[in-house]
Nanobody, 124 residues
Framework: QVRLVESGGGLVQAGGSLRLSCAAS????????MGWFRQAPGKEREFVAA????????HYADSLKGRFTISRDIAKNTLSLQMNSLKPEDTAVYYC?????????????????WGQGTQVTVSS
């Protein structure tokens, strides 16, 4: 069974940092692009960041550049999202996704596999 499991969410004060992780199991994702999305209450899911299969190419939502950093450990089959200078508007459920093509994640917001999400709450 293929699974993506997010962890690392929690409650943090504005200005703080969190590091999210996504552990993949059931298959190797070494040839897959992976990404992060988030969904705040009452809002649509939005793209956060994506990384290509070998970690060389990354994409970020324009509003998040400079604060968030996506990375992956191919050997460990994990994806990470370092979030700094967090703001209350970053509060959302964060999901990781995997797709054979980076374009699917960045442009189409589609993933072949999705995690169940981890809650991030930033207090003011």
């Amino acid at each position: 069974q293929v699974r993506l499991v997010e962890s690392g969410g929690g409650l943090v004060q504005a200005g703080g940092s969190l590091r999210l992780s996504c552990a993949a199991s059931g298959r190797t994702f070494s040839t897959y692009a992976m990404g992060w999305f988030r969904q705040a209450p009452g809002k649509e899911r939005e793209f956060v960041a994506a990384i290509n299969w070998n970690g060389v190419t990354t994409h970020y939502a324009d509003s998040l550049k400079g604060r968030f950093t996506i990375s992956r450990d191919i050997a460990k089959n994990t994806l990470s999202l370092q979030m700094n200078s967090l703001k209350p508007e970053d509060t959302a459920v964060y999901y990781c996704a995997a797709s054979p093509q980076l374009r699917s994640i960045v442009v189409l917001a589609r993933g072949e596999y999705w995690g169940q999400g981890t809650q991030v709450t930033v207090s003011s």
